[in-house]
C-alpha cells in the first residue's frame, strides 16, 4: 500500500512532466499563463546560432525560437500513426511577432535519410521506430533544417484524441468560421454544416472542422482552418475565466501531449504568445501551384515542393500581411 507521501509524489512528477506541455499548449491551444507582454529575453533565444547581424538577415529563423507541431491521428491499439498537422512556429522576440508555416501532409520527399521516400506525414513515425525518444520530431526537424533553413530548437506533439477532449474541457470553442463548411460526423451519423459566422464547437465537431478534407477544400483548406482554430482557441482563453476548468484540461492533457521542452523554457514561451497581438502574427500554407506541383509518386498522388521557392517565401513570413487579414481566401470573402 501506498503512503500518501508517496502519492503525493507521484502526482507532482506527473504535473512537472505535464507543465511544459501545457505551457507550450498556450501557444496553440491558450492554456495557462495571464496575458502579459514579454519583453526580448535570451530565454527565448537559442543557443548555436549566428548572432551575425548579415547572417540573421539572409537568415530570421536564425535569431528565432522555432517549434515543430504535430498533430497525429494516433488511436489506441493502431501501431502506425499518420502526422495530419504540420506546423513551424516562429517566436520573434526581438520583433515581437510570430510567424507560423503550415505544410500540407500530402507533401513528397524525395529523400528521407534511413528510408524510402514518401509522403511528408509518415516521417514522424518512421522516425521514432528508429528512436522511440523523440527521433520523429528529429528526424523531421533535420528534413526542414536541409529544405528550408529553419533550425528546429523545439517540438510539441499531439493525439487528436486528446483534441476532441481539450475542446469539450474548454466548454467547446467559439470559432468564426469565414467560408463555408461541411463535414461528416461519422459518430453521429450525419452531415455538419457550418455558414460563415460565429459557432460554438464542441470536441467531435472541432475535430471535424481542423481533420476534413474531403469535403471542404482539400488538404490546403484544412491547414488554413487549423491555423484560425488555433487563434480561436487562443483568444477564448483570454477572454474567459477558464481556471475552473483546469482539473478536466490536466486529464484531457496528461497522456496525449509530448515536448521536449523544458519548464521554465515552456512558460516564457506561453507568457510571450499570449501577449502578441493579432496585427503580429503573420504566417502562410504552402500551396500550388508556385511552391507545390501536384503529380504522381511511387502510385501516390502527392505535392512535389520548390524547396528553393519555399525557402524563400519562409524567409518573408514576417512580412507577410498580418494573420487575420490574409486567412480568408478570395473564393468566400463577403463584402
Known sequence: MMTGTLLFKQAYGRALRL?????????????LIPATPLQASPGLQTGGKSDSTSSTRDNPFLDTTNILVLGADRDPGVPNWRTDVIMIVALDSKGDQVGVISLPRDLYL??????????????DYLGEQDDPDGGGPALLGGILEEKMGIPIDHYVRFDFNSFRDVVNALGGVEVDVDCPFTGYLRDY?????????????NGDQALIYVRDRKVSGGDLERARRQQRFVWSVRNQILNENLVRRLPALYSALSDSVDTDMGLLKALRIARFALGIDPEDIHGFVVTPPDMLEQGWRQGMYVFVPDWDLIRENAKDVFDEEPFDLTSTPDWCKTE
Open 110 to 123: 524525395e529523400e528521407i535519410p534511413g528510408h524510402n521516400p514518401n509522403r511528408i506525414n509518415v516521417v
Open 19 to 31: 507543465l511544459p506541455a501545457l505551457a507550450l499548449l498556450t501557444l496553440l491551444l491558450g492554456l
Open 189 to 201: 451519423g450525419g452531415w455538419m454544416r457550418l455558414a460563415p459566422g460565429v459557432h460554438r464547437l
